[in-house]
């Protein structure tokens, strides 16, 4: 059954607060109105994160697109403007629900924003994309014919992922 985009971007947030918390960290969730750029902060001691949880139910999460010029169709100066907006030491937390069992956790992936412009960047053999896919086959008659876009494996959730991404955010 699909539910709202909404249940689904509040069940994201609580499964990655949940894995957050799960590996030892300190989760400060928003309250009142959002903020626009990040949803939790994530802290250790001294050393913190801003996270950008993003929930999908459909196998893609949609960036940049509002980041488009209407009528121009430049996914690369989209991809770049998105990224653009984000601060020094935020993340993006991506949370997959498609094909998960009610009683099981989502799949969920950890990048920086310039590790998802690049991706976004080379989709559909350099087109470019607005949709980050978790998995997707481009269709023959599509620009990216013959092509699969994959999130990296070294993304999947994990306390050594997260220490990296502290490093490098």
């Not at 430049?74 to 907006?85: I, V």
Request: glycine share 8%; proline share 2%; net charge neutral.
């Amino acid at each position: 059954m699909k539910v709202s985009s909404r249940s689904i971007g509040v069940a994201a947030e609580a499964a990655a607060a949940a894995l957050f918390a799960r590996i030892g960290y300190d989760v400060s969730v928003q309250y009142g109105a959002n903020q626009p750029e990040y949803d939790l902060i994530v802290a250790n001691g001294e050393r913190m994160l801003k996270v950008s949880v993003k929930g999908s139910q459909d196998g893609g999460w949609g960036l940049s697109q509002n980041y488009l010029t209407k009528g121009l169709a430049d996914y690369h100066a989209a991809a770049d403007a998105w990224c653009a907006r984000h601060t020094a030491r935020t993340i993006l937390c991506l949370i997959q629900y498609k094909g998960v069992a009610v009683e099981s956790m989502p799949r969920v992936y950890l990048a920086t924003p310039t590790e998802v412009s690049e991706r976004l960047r080379s989709a559909a053999k350099g087109r470019g994309d607005t949709i980050l896919h978790e998995k997707h086959t481009w269709a023959a008659s599509a620009h990216g014919a013959g092509t699969t876009e994959e999130v990296p494996a070294h993304w999947l959730f994990s306390r050594a992922r997260v220490e990296e991404l502290l490093t490098i955010a």
